[in-house]
């Protein structure tokens, strides 16, 4: 059974990525199935908000996550970022000859409205899911999509239990595996000595990352000078953290928190005069457009995350040209991860054979199985394959803040 799996499975995961973090850059692709692998032809026949789509038969997918309130950035790049996919795949024929309709749903980050959101797409009709975005909203979902058994692939749920379920998988790393991975990566290449943590006790992904950081420091000769926490009821004024952190020598400050807090973070520590190093995991991946944030303050800022727009292999180049026609933006981490998402879909399904007239409970029980028999090479990691436990099997990278984008190191 998968759960009775997911200790044994998880263990040989955080090794083969320890493994893997020398071994971040760019090399020949791997053999599988490529995501995008032909040229989109025309504007698919679909629509976000659920409006019908023409042909013979069609594989109705939903998705959900933030498209308003704090988090909207990563809601709304997944949106795209997944309804890019879909457009290709529509224009090139479909998943076995259906065409995909998209219905991407708003939970604003919200468990209840995430739950909400779920059950109106299954009055929809819908037979799989791309979601949720964020993890509290996840578990939360992917306790209803057990029951239904439908299947469930998000493209950055990082909590240990957004993978909880034998339906559920996901595109991103874990919260224990981003920690794990950050305190290699800085001690591997000698980023610092002396750490200081700041993190938000009161987030299940800020805290997964935080826990395996601190626990895999020692494993790298890193010196935890100061951990401070901050909850979601006071995440304005961190002057108290940033007074600790340069009061302990720290070189390097370590934030495995989201954008917005870390834009404030970084204002305050220049108001008081305090230049570290500072480095962070996925949740940073929006800090340069963050509304009055002056990105200067942003120079230099690593973190952790598989996608960098400025990549030079030909289907990131390819993805960044499209979406950013399309999006008039720069793609971030979260649309990579959704794009990911829905090829990743789109082989698992031509491989077991799914069709538009299953139900979803026959779809995901095909997909249970195909999803641990392909391999992509996509946007966030060559030749990527899956385990049995829902987690991703792919290499880490690390990218640095640079004249204002993101450039790979």
């Known amino acids: 059974m998968k759960k009775s799996m997911k200790k044994l499975l998880s263990l040989g995961l955080a090794i083969a990525m320890a493994a893997s973090l020398t071994a971040c850059g760019s090399g020949k692709a791997s053999e599988g199935t490529t995501a995008a692998g032909t040229e989109t032809k025309g504007e698919a026949q679909t629509t976000a908000a659920g409006g019908a789509a023409t042909g013979e038969g069609t594989i109705k997918i939903g998705g959900i996550g933030p498209i308003s309130g704090s988090t909207a950035i990563y809601g709304q790049a997944v949106k795209n970022g997944a309804e890019l996919a879909v457009n290709e795949i529509n224009a090139n024929g479909g998943i076995n000859g259906a065409k995909i309709e998209f219905n991407f749903q708003d939970d604003e980050n919200d468990t209840e409205k995430s739950v909400n959101a779920y059950n109106t797409l299954k009055d929809w009709g819908m037979q799989l899911l791309v979601g949720t975005v964020t993890s509290a909203p996840c578990i939360a979902v992917g306790a209803e999509s057990s029951n239904d058994n439908m299947f469930q692939l998000t493209p950055s749920g990082s909590a240990v239990d957004c993978t909880k379920f034998e ?81 302990s020598g720290a070189e390097l400050v370590f934030l495995p928190i989201y954008y917005s807090q870390a834009a404030l973070i970084l204002a305050q520590a220049k108001q008081m005069g305090y230049a570290p190093a500072f480095f962070g995991c ?55 991860d959704a794009y990911d998402a829905v090829y990743a879909i789109k082989a698992a399904a031509e491989k077991s054979g799914v069709t538009a007239d299953m139900d979803a409970s026959t779809i995901c029980d095909k997909l249970k199985t195909a999803m641990t028999e392909i391999s992509i090479n996509g946007l966030t990691g060559e030749n990527m394959k899956w385990s049995a436990d829902g987690e991703p099997d792919k290499a880490p990278k690390a990218v640095k803040i640079v004249n204002g984008v993101y450039t790979a190191m």
């Open 282 to 336: 996925d949740g940073l991946d929006g800090l340069l457009t963050v509304e009055n944030f002056d990105t200067k303050l942003a120079e230099n800022v690593m973190l952790l995350t598989p996608f960098a727009a400025d990549a030079k292999d030909d289907l990131t180049q390819k993805f960044v040209t499209s979406f950013k026609e399309k999006y008039k933006e720069t793609p971030n981490q979260f649309a990579a």
């Open 167 to 247: 339906n559920q998988f996901r595109v991103c790393f874990s919260d224990p595996n981003q920690g794990a991975a950050s305190a290699q990566y800085i001690g591997e290449n000698k980023l610092a000595t002396k750490v200081a943590v700041i993190y938000d006790s009161s987030d299940v992904y800020s805290s997964g990352i935080h826990d395996k950081f601190i626990s895999e420091a020692a494993n790298q000769g890193i010196e935890i000078a100061s951990d401070e926490a901050f909850t979601a009821d006071n995440n304005t004024n961190f002057s108290v953290q940033l007074q600790k952190a340069q009061d």
